[in-house]
């Protein structure tokens, strides 16, 4: 069953064909790079805190919430990055075709959701640079902020955006497995617990699932790609395998870097997960490999907190145009750098520890998730004109669904403890 069509505005994108028009090349470098923007972004500072803190309370039973972690993500973004793609549309822009109005409220929640995520990443950034320097975490924010705004409004911010992704995740992806060598972590245990854990606990789940694939997150690869043209059905297998790709390189990073605090964790260590400049995963690297390892954590930790503050800041200003529709590229830097400075402005403000509030916006953005999931979800089943002769798969719109019913209900459990960290 479908509704009749309601005619809507098709934002202009521009063709695969003179996109990348230089050739194949090209092509691969728009999706390495959305590749990273999503990777990246999805194993931030807040994941890297969620895993220290969770683990520390958890021990090896928090493999399963990375397990579970990743199949959502799975199933989330194949969904959302192939119905962009056909559509040729942003989310708000597909959610507002097939319910009037709901792309505001889409837009405006990820634009919340990113917000939040982004005075999270600031607060990581400067805990990373605390853990390398010394600096103060307020200080290093600042200056992370700073540097983030310098390189939107450098004039081909896009080119620089993308290598700094591709770069950041080089060097996070080396320092985690390093650090996790090191750790010699209980990898039976934690393999076991992944299928079969003592205990499941859904506000975690909610969490992490949120600080991964939540809010901003589920859109921001997809968006990447809708920029660079690379859209239409005959793009459909390259988006497809780029997604895979990406939600492959966050899984194993995110369970690398378990491993390597279940590691420390394990050998009897206990983290301290209050006080304003508490790090509990810079204290893991440091009981791991020494004042080095300590070190190359700070290093660690900036780099997914810089690379997360320009992804989040990116995808939450591309939902921008669902309020202002015809926004320039000018227009949109400049909107991301007051984005930026606005986050900066509350971090300072806000009396919440940063660690805690890391942990409070991977939850926030989980109970966001279904929200998105289940419109666009809608969209697909209810307007497939918008995507012209491109046929949604059923098994993988069946799981789609059954992804949002979960999470609608995760979401409901874990209302209560997620918003206590606030408090923290």
Known sequence: MTMDPVPSPRPAVPAASSTFGRGNESKRFALVSAVF?????ASGPGFITQTATFTQTMGAAFAFGI????IIDYIVQINIWRIVAATRMRASDIANAAIPGSG????????????????????????????LVGLDP??????????????????????????TMIALGVIKIALILFVAYSASPPVGEALRQTVWPDTIDFPTITTIVGGTVGGYLTYAGAHRLLDKGLVGK??????????????????????I???????VVSSGVTLDLSGRTANPAAQAFGHAVGEFGFRVFGLIFWAAGMSSIIGAAYTSVSFMTAFKTGMSDRARSYATVVFISVSLAIFLLIGTTPAALLVFVGGFNGLVLPIGLTIILYAAWARRDLMCDYRHPIWLFGLGVATAALTWWMGYRSIGPIFAFLSR
């Open 234 to 255: 005959e793009n459909i297998p390259s988006v497809t395998k780029a997604a895979l790709n990406g939600i492959t390189v966050t899984g194993i990073m995110r369970f």
């Open 104 to 131: 505001y409220l889409l837009a405006f929640l990820v634009i919340l959701g990113g917000l939040f995520f982004n005075i999270a990443n600031v607060a990581g950034a400067g805990l990373g640079l605390n853990a």
């Open 67 to 70: 397990l579970a972690s990743v």
């Open 37 to 41: 923007l999503m990777a990246t972004a």
């Open 257 to 263: 870097l378990f491993l390597g605090i279940l590691g």
């Open 138 to 163: 307020k200080i290093g924010g600042a200056l992370s902020a700073l540097l983030a705004i310098g390189i939107f409004l450098n004039k081909r911010a896009g080119g620089v955006m993308d290598r």
